[in-house]
């Protein structure tokens, strides 16, 4: 993955990442990736490994990849722990982040330090989080429900003495659906870059307005995760098809789903300036 960061970070765009829960979504991704010529991410977290196990991910992608021409990583999101880690990591996972946003300063460096270790040997692109970002709605199950900024002074040092590739930051983003507009504090992100020297990650991606979602990609956001319009499209057709009685066959249903899902992805390849990249 830190080879897309950087390329893209050169060419001052940013690189879409896609939570994806099975082959289907997977599919749609990086069809729509290779129509539009661009580097893509699939991600995927503990909340998607009920259905697979991060083994089953990594072969069902390996053999995807096969068949399209797209530059691709694929990312562990939020892992927990540091046997998570492992597993994906013994799976084939390109990219891991292990999460300890929430814990304090000192085991946040331990731990991703620990991971860094484990993957680097391997090629293995590795990101933490600093500050927290938390929920924008009640439903939503990644993050805590309040956020805490990513603090500037901090952000070099975590770098350093942390050893990770690519720096999650929390600047007014969250996770889920927003209640309201986000307001991103850019003046923080310029001088979180200027002292990470890494790229960045904007976590909660979906419904940030597209200018400012522009603004942050030139002070340094080079990754955009997106999940919650891609689950929102999905539901939404799932539910329209279902209460008006058509397309009871799961196979019929989730297929209409995954082309309610294409427009989402080409809009955040688009938007993020990935389009024409690969």
């Known amino acids: 993955m830190l080879e897309l960061l950087k390329t893209a970070a050169a060419g001052r765009y940013a690189v879409p990442s896609f939570c994806v829960w099975n082959a289907e979504s997977a599919v749609t991704v990086l069809r729509v990736a290779a129509e539009l010529r661009a580097p893509v991410i699939l991600m995927n977290g503990p909340g998607d490994m009920p259905l697979l196990t991060p083994a089953d991910l990594a072969g069902m992608v390996r053999e995807l990849l096969g ?24 799976a084939g996972y390109t990219s891991v982040m292990l999460d300890f946003s929430t814990r304090p300063y000192a085991e946040n460096v331990a731990a991703l330090r620990q991971v860094v270790a484990l993957a680097h040997p391997h090629g293995v692109t590795v990101e933490g989080e600093l500050g927290h970002v938390g929920r924008a709605d009640a439903a939503t199950t990644e993050g805590q429900p309040g956020s805490e900024l990513t603090q500037p002074a901090e952000a070099g040092s975590y770098v350093q003495e942390s050893g990770v590739d690519a720096l999650a930051v929390s600047i007014g983003n969250a996770h889920g659906q927003y209640t309201k507009l986000p307001s991103l504090d850019f003046q923080r992100l310029a001088e979180i870059h200027q002292a990470a020297a890494v790229p960045l990650v904007l976590h909660g991606g979906s419904g940030t307005p597209e200018p400012d979602l522009r603004r942050a990609i030139a002070l340094g956001i080079a990754k955009v995760n997106v999940a919650t319009e891609l689950i929102a499209a999905v539901r939404g057709s799932l539910l329209s098809q279902w209460q008006g009685g058509r397309n009871l066959w799961v196979p019929v249903a989730e297929a209409e789903a995954m082309a309610a899902i294409a427009p989402v992805v080409e809009k955040w390849i688009c938007c993020t300036g990935a389009a024409g990249r690969a």
Do not use: K, M
């Open 67 to 90: 068949r399209f021409a797209v530059p691709a990583a694929l990312h562990l999101d939020h892992g927990s722990a540091i046997r998570q880690v492992e597993e994906c990591l013994r």
